[in-house]
């Protein structure tokens, strides 16, 4: 996945600061060991200032490039990467394509990775290349056909209970966490699932013996009992990863996140519809933009009572948070013609989702109204929450079952812990994975931020366990059963 978009404003001012406050500190050779461990914004000030001596330096402009790259200034950094290919440093190629393809300047991103590729023995070339290229004709292909969508509203939401802010009708259904599940789910297992108005049937993703996420379903027996879970087809579940399904009032279209080759981003929203001819889903079609991006975008809703959509992204970057956009479905896919490249670029970003509005706008305040009235309606009965062993003689499973508000504090703290940690770890296998496919002229620019995540995971690795002891602790004492 690529990285995010320039950082911005304040944060663009904080970086500026800790140069002013770094730029004495280093050694262009310790710089040079700085730029190799992945600290980049700790080692750009020293090439800043060696530029000043050798402007014509391909080696430095590189460097710098690479260091402006990794912080968000890409627009500085473009310049220095220019002038390290003018001089023959050929691996700059590669990072004007990252950056080309972050701008959403995918024919640009083409031409500078194939011309890294060009540079490169036979034997070089890698597959983490070839799927950039690949991933770079796939976002000029979807620039070319931007559907013509309103957007009527986005907001800011946690990352992890980012579904508690769908609003959703009845009869549309309701998204769950594997803790509010009707039945019994690994609450190690981050899931977000979907359940129709009618309560009979359960649709989510889940880790196959591949450790990889494919999508299931389960439906209730006599009994209030539930199948196991059984997969939905082998023309949706394949090696890639397959995460939050949304079936359709017709039973019959899916929606549903996808990452892996085909998909621009790291999670791709693809539509599939059921044929009952064959009694099998269709071979998934991925939606395209606005809808997907460079980044993470998943769970596709569609309300067809109020007439409205939903999906989440994170192509804004907001540390912990996702960007929610509800939209108005179209009925038949308009895409947008005869339209400047920069604004297809601001219509593809969804960088002002005002304009994508039309001429009459008096419907989605009436429309944002009827959803603002909706309550949230997530959990089911019976369902534990979860199981929190707080010595032999009590385990909780709701959070209501705290007596101490500073013990449910640490158990949400842990929680939380864990969710980034495996967040990480996931992320850490994929670059592992990457690595041991890559060319020597590419594991360079993985290992930094394998090392990088590594030491991360290390230092955290105790923690939520440190914060369920606390939890522990706090509720033991207020209920004065804790042995000094």
């Known amino acids: 996945m690529h990285k ?18 770094q730029a004495e500190v280093y050694t262009l050779d310790e710089a040079r060991q700085l730029f190799d461990e992945g600290r980049y914004s700790e080692a750009a000030p020293t090439f800043e200032r060696e530029l000043k001596k050798k402007s014509n330096n391909g080696t430095l402009n590189y460097n710098y490039g690479v260091c402006l790259y990794h912080i968000g200034r890409y627009g500085d950094a473009i310049k220095y990467l220019d002038k390290a290919v003018s001089r023959k440093v050929d691996k700059a190629h590669f990072y004007l394509g990252e950056i080309y393809a972050t701008l959403y ?3 640009e991103a083409i031409d500078a990775y194939e011309d890294y590729e060009a540079s490169l ?3 070089d070339a890698s597959v983490l290349l070839t799927q950039r290229i690949s991933k770079a004709k ?7 056909g931007i559907e013509q969508v309103q957007v009527i509203d986005s907001v800011h939401v946690d990352s992890l209970s980012f579904f508690e802010s769908y609003r959703l009708t009845p009869e549309t ?3 769950l966490s594997s803790r509010n599940l009707p039945f ?27 450790n990889q996420y494919d999508l299931f379903q389960s439906s209730q ?29 017709d039973g019959q279209t899916l929606y549903f996140a996808q990452d892996g080759e085909s998909s621009l981003g790291g999670y791709d929203i693809y539509i599939t519809i059921f044929n009952s001819e064959n009694g099998d889903f269709m071979l998934p079609q991925n939606v395209g933009m606005p809808f997907n991006s460079p980044y993470n975008d998943y769970m596709m809703v569609i309300d067809e009572t109020l007439g409205v959509g939903w999906f989440v992204s994170d192509r804004n970057h907001i540390p912990g948070k996702l960007t929610l956009y509800i939209f108005i479905p179209n009925e038949v896919k308009t895409v947008y013609q005869d339209t400047e490249a920069d604004n297809l670029t601001a219509l593809a970003q969804l960088s002002d989702i005002t304009a994508t509005w039309q001429a009459d706008t008096t419907q989605y305040a009436t429309l944002l109204n009827e959803i603002e009235r909706i309550e949230f309606a997530a959990k089911s009965v019976d369902a534990p929450e979860f199981y929190f062993v707080i ?20 158990f949400y703290q842990a929680q939380t812990l864990r969710k980034k940690i495996e967040e990480r770890d996931e992320r850490l296998q994929q670059l592992r994975q990457q690595y041991a496919a890559a060319k020597p002229a590419q594991q360079q620019l993985l290992a930094s931020q394998i090392l990088e995540l590594e030491n991360a995971m290390l230092e955290e690795y105790e923690s939520p366990q440190v914060y369920e002891n606390r939890a522990r602790r706090a509720e033991l004492s207020y209920l004065n059963m804790l042995d000094e």
């Not at 796939?138 to 070319?144: E, F, P, V, Y």
């Not at 023309?235 to 009032?249: A, C, I, K, T, V």
């Not at 003689?393 to 079952?401: G, K």
């Open 4 to 21: 995010g978009f320039a950082i911005i404003g304040a944060i663009m001012l904080a970086i500026t600061s800790i140069f002013s406050l």
């Open 105 to 107: 300047r995918f024919d």
């Open 121 to 123: 023995d036979e034997d």
């Open 138 to 144: 796939l976002g000029a292909r979807m620039m070319r």
């Open 173 to 175: 259904g309701r998204l």
């Open 184 to 210: 019994k789910f690994p609450l190690d297992t981050p899931v977000v699932a979907y359940i129709p108005q009618r309560n009979d049937i359960v649709y989510l993703a889940s880790k196959s013996h591949d």
């Open 221 to 249: 027996l006599l009994g209030n009992e539930w199948s196991e879970l059984l997969p939905l087809s082998e023309n949706l579940n394949n090696s890639d990863n397959q995460r939050f399904p949304f079936l359709l009032g």
């Open 391 to 410: 010595n032999d003689e009590l385990v909780y499973t709701y959070a209501a079952d705290f007596r101490n508000r500073q013990a449910l504090t640490y």
